[in-house]
């Protein structure tokens, strides 16, 4: 079992206190890392528990492991783990010609166990620690539960997947279907929402609403972010610089996501100005609130990949924005490429 | 993935997943709860502190702890859109009612600290908290 070079450790390598973690590992960290953290030892280990008593003879031993082909046995006596009879122990009585001996007389005595609480990356470093093949695993009260091996953390590592991809199919099946299910030339969902000029406290609710049906629609992380975060904005305006309110509209489909902001006035004066980062014509009372630094629209356009902005004193603003989806987030098809009329240059 | 890949891989996560967890801020702050049933083990991987709301939806990264002196309720909306794990008042500020019953709703955790803003941004950093607000991009 023993390899003959042992890869050195990382704190051979890197000193005690380890390597240094950038941002950048961080975001490297896959899932089968994180689950080797979530997972604990119980849940992989085989609880169907092969183990010898004390006394058995060494020949009888020999047979359950040949009969069951594995390369070693807890030696357990009233529940308690007392030694580990590998075939390397077996093979030293033979050279003796003692097979008849009772197991106790050959065991290895200080047996290296690990926790059944214990995640598997515990486990994992045991194994290459002492260079073993299969641990014990003991409970709170340090009685024999099971034995692990690095099988069965493949294993257990591979089921968790397994499970995963599972519950995201089914997470994604509920709503992101949708576009999937209902064929027409261009499907689009219509989100549409009343904001009241003023109303600070009712403030970004609409924009929580879109960021959940997004995820419910299956989006991408990535794309419900940036666009909660333009909706929020928009939203905001709406509330801070309206006369009378005006409509949040979220168009989605499953090549696009478009989001309006209507109001009835009282309409931009400095329109050249508004996409300067901060330029404001907010009242101190609402930079009191922590808006009005005149960020919104710079963060709008930060966020979408095209935003227009219509607007006429006394009439009223329009401003539309739309974040493109590059490929299949909803589920369906990207038709989007082939249902407009493609300009030919 | 070779083993001896998987093997580090499994130390970076080490750091990684040796993270603060909302009880160490807490801790590290000095702080008081104000919301009912806070889950002290929220992971919290980075912070920000900032008191324009634009500012915080500029600039954040996900997963991080917000410092801030505004306690109205759009600061549980921005956090919420920006996806903060946590909010912490600073100079022991308490939010109005409606904020806390918005962040309750939410889940958001809010926490006041008696400290200032250059203080806990101070301890958190000190501490191994890296900041997650990024830098603004030179033209």
Redesign the interface.
Known sequence: MCPPTRTPTEQETHGRHGRRITDHDANDINRVEELSYDLKIREVMSADLRATSPEMPLAKVLDILRTNRISGLPVVEEGNLIGVLSIEDIVRAMMKNDLSAPAEDYMTREVVTVASYDTIVKAMRTFTEKALGRLPVVDENNKIVGMITKGDITRGILVALQKDYKEEEVRRYRASHLFEDIISERTTLVLRYTIKAGDFTQGGKASSYIKRALLRLGADPQITRRCSIAVYEAEMNLIIHTTNGGILKLEVEPHRITMSATDDGPGIPDMEKVFQPGYSTATEQVREMGFGAGMGLVNMKRCVDTIELDSTVGKGTKLVMRILIPNQTFGGRREGQNDEPSTNH | ?SE?N????????????NPMHLKDIIDIVDGTPLNPDVDMNIKI?GGCGA?????V??SIQ?KAVLL?G?T????V??A????IRAIIFVRGKQPQA?TLNIATQ?NMPLITSPFGMFELCGRLHKAGL?SFESHVPTD
């Open positions: 993935m001896q998987f093997r580090s891989g499994l130390k970076i996560v080490k750091g990684f997943f991987r008191d324009l709301m634009s500012d939806l500029a996900p801030t505004l109205n309720p759009q600061v909306r921005t919420q859109i920006a996806e409606e939410e890296p």
